[in-house]
């Protein structure tokens, strides 16, 4: 059966992917971005499948508003895909106080506003998919995505209390942890804090570091979240990338070692 997608940041990268995917796949989708003009050659092929909404997820009546609007288009919400989002580079010194609020109320309290706003349509469905679209670097932060990764890590938290508070509706939440694609975060999607002096040295050996491949297209990712969806029982936690995968599970193993060397510090306080 056509199911119904409300995708955020649907007009690039990710979004556009997963948009495609969907739509390949029969399914209707309801498009959500600041700019949704990227998504008129999709209109055009797809005139009775996809519907367009203009949204600054920042702006939670407007988001309480577009997601009315997109359960109404299609009668139904399905599969809701939280993923717009941006990129604040830099180290956390650096960061203003304004750079650092604009960033979390998209990355994190626009994700939030969303899954408020879907939580009762999906309940009064009795059924509904919620894609968190956070990051591989959720356990733990790094020299200049601290930020970004702080933002994710939140909702990260977030998803999984609303994950175990809503599956008795029938509900089902799963926290997809991409990896490294081209999906144009470090560049249009990107606000750069005012670069330290101080910083110069670790800057410049973290940019050799990473180089410049842009990573898989964005397209790379799509089957994997068209095979997710399909699933009865997803998974809690999906990891998307195979080198992702990897460094994820070193890191795991390197914080458990750590706990386990000091183990007998931590067990001389009780609690």
Known sequence: MSRVWFITGASRGLGRAFTEAALQAGDRVVGAA???EPLDDLARK???HLVRLPLDVADR???FEAVDQAAAAFGQLDIVVNNAGGLLLGMVEEATEDQIRAHFDVNLFG???VTQAVLPHLRAQGSGHILQITTMGTGGGFPMVGLYAAGKSALD?????VAMETEQFGIKLTIV????????LFTTGTTTTPPAPHYKELRDKLIEMWGDEAG???AVAAPVIMKLVDLPNPPRRLIVGSASYDIVHQDLQARTAEY???EHLSRQAAG
């Open 111 to 113: 994700a939030t506003w």
């Open 34 to 36: 600041r700019n949704v």
């Open 157 to 161: 938290s977030i998803s999984e209390a």
């Open 61 to 63: 009546a407007a988001v």
């Open 260 to 262: 386990r060397a000091w």
């Open 177 to 184: 942890q991409m990896g490294g694609y081209d999906t144009g």
């Open 216 to 218: 898989e297209p964005p």
């Open 46 to 48: 797809h005139p009775a």
